[in-house]
């Protein structure tokens, strides 16, 4: 179990930090882009494309690491209400229905992913990119992402498993 909250949690932060080079990488690109158009009167052909594939890739593979570090928005008012036992079955019950959510997502996006791939789709943009490639990170990242909400549920039933695997 603890091997699995390790590795698992190790993938995850991976997929943060690459998240993070996306984002970065998407800032440099919309930089470039305002420069090729206002200083050289120059036409822009695949940045507009690749900024919005890189965010939602980062948004979709950093999403696991999000999950580790309780980052997401939330509201807490039932938990904090909660004590003890209720607080745990909420959590229990909040974390099997994020799971199940997940792995239809996830599942979807599989189905989504496969099918740009076998039949060649390409953006219907000059650019012509084929379409596999921003569609691999949902599946991907929500992939990944059950595979941490399962962590995060070892975790409630070992609640030192999360101490001893990080």
């Not at 999403?63 to 079955?89: N, T």
Request: glycine share 8%; charged share 10%; aromatic share 10%.
């Amino acid at each position: 179990m603890h091997a699995y909250i390790r590795t698992v949690s190790a993938l995850s932060r991976a997929c943060g930090l690459f998240s993070m080079a996306l984002l970065a990488s998407a800032v440099l690109v919309v930089s470039q882009m305002i420069f090729i158009r206002y200083v050289l009167n120059g036409s822009t052909i695949w940045q507009t494309e690749f900024v919005i594939y890189a965010i939602i890739a980062a948004t979709l593979l950093g999403s696991p690491s999000v999950l580790i570090d309780k980052g997401h928005v939330g509201v807490d008012l039932l938990p904090e209400a909660l004590h003890g036992r209720g607080r745990f079955v909420l959590r229990i019950i909040s974390g099997v229905a994020s799971l199940i959510f997940c792995i239809a997502l996830a599942y979807s996006g599989w189905l989504y992913f496969h099918e740009a791939l076998t039949r060649g789709w390409k953006t219907a943009t000059v650019w012509a990119l084929p379409l596999w490639i921003p569609l691999l990170p949902l599946p991907l990242g929500i992939g990944l992402l059950c595979l941490q909400y399962i962590a995060e549920l070892m975790k409630l039933a070992d609640p030192g498993a999360g101490e001893r695997a990080a």
